[in-house]
């Protein structure tokens, strides 16, 4: 339904900055409400930032809350995770997440990127 394509992930020395971008094709009239979540290596999936379509609304894990911010950008189809003041825990495979509900919450409607790796280096 919406493919979704990830850049930007690299390595970083901690308290470093990188920016990704998830770049969406196909129907992205429906992409409604986008996000990120990462994976840490032995740990589950968890939340890290979201997006309404409007661009208004933001929600963000406690744990990265004043470091990291999301953006998007309509016209160009694309979805941004700012990440600044990077730590070691901040390791992990990040995922871009299209069509999401109540705000954070993956559901069987959601599409998914292939992930880009971001390592930090300590």
């Known amino acids: 339904q919406v493919h979704l394509v990830e850049s930007g992930g690299g390595l970083v020395q901690t308290g470093g900055s990188l920016r990704l971008s998830c770049a969406a094709s196909?129907?992205?009239?429906?992409?409604?409400?986008m996000g990120w979540f990462r994976r840490a290596p032995g740990k589950e999936r968890e939340f890290v930032a979201s997006i309404r379509q409007s661009g208004g609304t933001t929600y963000y894990a406690d744990s990265v809350k004043g470091r990291f911010t999301i953006s998007r950008d309509n016209a160009r189809n694309t979805v941004y995770l700012q990440m600044n003041t990077l730590k070691p825990e901040d390791a992990a495979v990040y995922y871009c997440?299209?069509?999401?509900?109540?705000?954070?919450?993956?559901?069987?409607?959601?599409?998914w990127g292939q992930g880009t790796q971001v390592t930090v280096s300590s």
């Open positions: 196909g129907r992205t009239f429906s992409s409604g409400t």
């Open positions: 997440a299209a069509g999401l509900q109540d705000g954070t919450s993956p559901s069987l409607s959601t599409s």
